[in-house]
């Protein structure tokens, strides 16, 4: 069974830089899509952004500015940075994998089970 | 920029059946969308139920269903259950590589 770890600061500062990793056990990161989406105290959930295991990326377009998503196959993980964070990005980051049968997406399989970070100086 | 819309809350009797939907501020929801479902409790990550319109999860009951009614997608809970009891969120494929969640509905039971 695929396990997610999310891991990383619990507090960050304002304007400086978010970072998360996640942790793949129980299969290999290669040949799949993963996902970082996160969501504040209280509120519903958003979709941060994606990378394929050869590097490719897309982002959601409210954060593009500020995200860069990075995978390390070595080391069968991937990452988050969040640059330029504010209160507002005070969230629980969670990490998942995207379910792609026959090549085409059609929703998360597995879930991290979320890491709370607070923005606050 | 197009929003995806769900109720903010439902409330359903134990043992009734109840569909929640999912859908566009411009526009209609189709299989295209590849709408999917998730089951959140407080505090706990998100469990998937439903991928790509009507496929369920592994260890879903058949009591979840999900469908396209209209112009939305929907998710259907037949006999609900006081643990059913959840926020419960869609997440449609947009094009261009960007996935949206909606707001979340949340689901009583009473």
């Known amino acids: 069974q695929v396990q997610l770890q999310e891991s990383g600061p619990g507090l960050v500062k304002p304007s400086e830089t978010l970072s998360l990793t996640c942790t793949v056990s129980?299969?290999?990161?290669?040949?799949?899509?993963w996902s970082w989406i996160r969501q504040p105290p209280g509120k519903g959930l958003e979709w941060i952004g994606y990378?394929?295991?050869?590097?490719?990326?897309n982002y959601s377009p409210s954060l593009k500015s500020r995200v860069t998503i990075s995978v390390d196959t070595s080391k069968n993980q991937f990452s988050l940075k969040l640059s330029s964070v504010t209160a507002a990005d005070t969230a629980v980051y969670f990490c998942a994998r995207f379910h792609c049968p026959g090549g085409v997406c059609d929703g998360f399989d597995f879930w991290g089970q979320g890491t709370m970070v607070t923005v606050s100086s | 920029q197009t929003v995806v819309t769900q109720e903010p809350s439902f409330s359903v009797s134990p043992g009734g059946t109840v569909t929640l939907t999912c859908g566009l501020s411009?526009?209609?929801?189709?299989?295209?969308?590849?709408p999917s479902w998730y089951q959140q409790t407080p505090g706990q990550a998100p469990r998937t139920l439903i991928y790509n319109t009507n496929t369920r999860s592994s260890g879903v009951p058949d009591r979840f269903s999900g469908s396209i009614l209209g112009n939305k997608a929907a998710l259907t809970i037949t006999g609900a259950q006081a643990d059913d009891e959840s926020d419960y969120y869609c997440?449609?494929?947009?094009?261009?590589?960007?996935?949206?969640f909606g707001g979340g509905t949340r689901l009583t039971v009473l």
């Open positions: 129980g299969g290999s990161i290669s040949g799949y899509f």
């Open positions: 997440v449609l494929y947009m094009g261009g590589g960007i996935w949206v």
């Open positions: 411009s526009g209609s929801v189709s299989t295209n969308y590849n």
């Open positions: 990378i394929y295991y050869t590097g490719s990326t």
